[in-house]
């Protein structure tokens, strides 16, 4: 820190422990996952600004460094990222109002050079593709494209040309547990929540990726009094908030409005595994398009529904992604009885190689699935669940579906148009639509055949089912 003492704003930095590790990791590519206001963008920014050239100074005498610094958008880029960058670092050239390029030359001759992009979009990809540079600082890394996170992979290391070494510096809140950033890196504190689950073909996490996933309350001693008590207080009513921002647990970022307002984990969302009670099962398919999905319901009671389990892939045709179901089902629930939905589109026909035509249902009725076509109409299946989730015991969920849950929290949205605050009434097509559409065929067929009564909820009153249900 000797060059840095002489610098007219200097102040002083001082490592919390799980911060201190990751400064002392000798990993290529390292990541902290931490809550609000755990200092960890901070370290970021000595490790890049700092500790870095003076590594790379020392170990092999590069007196010049170069590095990227995104975010996802350039407005949290420049009022956060670069904020914080300018209040460690003050006497670099090039610092102003939008400033994209920054400077911080040191007393013993040192140079550090700052390019500060953002990048929301795969179509940015263009910007990083000639780039040569020492690494890069992906902040809030979670919502940068994972395509732009690999393109940046193969630009780092190249400056100055001699430089044997590369860095790639994340920096973000905790990931939802499909995120590749959960199993991505071997963490050096287990995080929170279930064991990352690796994709196909992938044993562990990826080579010389390290993470350090910081514990809650960390960083109390440098933030006012009463900093998260107040922020439980605000969001009392959004638990899952707390326990993502707060409490540093996994989650999901909500990044549109959200198609259902009932959900609340803490209610909806078993606190153990769900058993089979021996009954009637029911299906859901989302069997239309190239990423099939299903998901498993039960009716303990005629007042509530439980979803058992979710099957999806990005990788199965549907008859092998039928056959994949029906064999799991038959281990988990043997000589179940089942009742199948499924989107009306896969009745749609198409042409056989060998001639003749088919469609996806008639695929799934010869590998033995009795399908039928469930409702079209999006806002009849969307009241299904919406206002099942409205009354007292009307959905559990079993909490290792973590796509559907996720769903629920955000994933499943309608995305907002640019960065005008307007919203497009068309539902985003990701990965947490296809759960969440196999799920509304199964439930507005069940709905339907329960007698009505209305109820308040939180948007006034509604019909739905079962004249003794109460409301949440």
């Known amino acids: 820190m000797e060059a840095l003492a002489e610098q007219e704003d200097y102040k002083e930095y001082e490592a919390l422990p799980t911060i201190k590790r990751f400064h002392e990791s000798g990993a290529q590519i390292r990541c902290i996952v931490g809550p609000v206001g755990s200092g960890k963008t901070s370290a970021a920014a000595m490790e890049i600004c700092n500790y870095l050239p003076h590594f790379l100074y020392e170990r092999y005498k590069i007196n010049k460094t170069r590095w990227v610094v995104i975010r996802n958008t350039y407005r949290e880029l ?16 090039g610092k102003g109002p939008d400033s994209i390029n920054y400077t911080i030359r040191y007393d013993n001759g040192l140079e550090s050079e700052l390019w500060f992009r953002s990048c929301d ?59 590749p950033t959960y199993w991505q890196f071997k963490w050096h504190r287990p995080p929170p929540g279930p064991v990352p689950e690796f994709p196909a073909g992938v044993t562990g996490p990826l080579d010389k990726h390290e993470g350090f996933w910081q514990p809650p309350h960390e960083n109390d001693r440098n933030l006012r009094p009463r900093y998260y008590a107040d922020l439980e207080a605000d969001y009392a009513d959004n638990p899952d908030w707390i326990a993502m921002y707060i409490r540093g647990e996994p989650g999901i970022i909500q990044k549109g409005k959200l198609v259902y307002y009932n959900f609340k984990g803490t209610i909806h969302v078993a606190q153990g595994p769900l058993v089979w009670t021996g009954d009637t099962l029911y299906r859901g398919w989302d069997n239309s398009g190239n990423i099939p999905a299903c998901v498993i319901v039960q009716s303990p009671s005629p007042r509530q529904f439980q979803f058992l389990k979710e099957f999806w892939s990005d990788k199965m045709g549907m008859v092998d992604f039928t056959k994949y179901v029906m064999a799991k089902c038959n281990t988990l629930y043997p000589d179940a009885e089942y009742f199948d939905w499924g989107d009306p589109a896969g009745e749609t026909p198409f042409s056989k190689q060998d001639g003749g035509f088919t469609s996806n249902a008639e695929l799934m009725r010869e590998c033995g699935v009795n399908i039928e076509a469930s409702e079209q109409n999006l806002r009849a299946r969307i009241e299904a669940i919406e206002s099942q989730l409205g009354v007292y015991d009307g959905i559990l969920i079993d909490p290792s579906m973590t796509r559907f849950i996720n769903g629920f929290l955000g994933g499943y949205c309608y995305p907002e148009i640019g960065t005008t605050g307007i919203y497009s009434d068309k539902i985003l097509k990701n990965r947490f639509s296809h759960v969440h559409e196999a799920a509304q065929y199964v439930m507005v067929k069940l709905i339907k055949n329960l007698p009505k009564h209305k109820v308040k909820t939180k948007r006034g009153w509604r019909t739905v089912q079962e004249d003794s249900w109460k409301t949440v």
């Open 78 to 93: 420049i009022d956060t990222t670069q904020k914080t960058v300018f209040e460690w670092f003050p006497n670099g050239h």
């Open 121 to 179: 979009r795969v179509q940015d990809l263009k910007k990083f593709k000639s780039m040569e540079l020492t690494g890069y600082w992906g902040d809030e890394s979670i919502e940068i494209p994972e395509e732009i996170k690999r393109m940046l992979k193969t630009r780092i290391g190249r400056f100055p040309k001699q430089c044997p070494a590369r860095f790639g510096i994340e920096t973000t809140n905790p990931p939802d547990v499909e995120h």
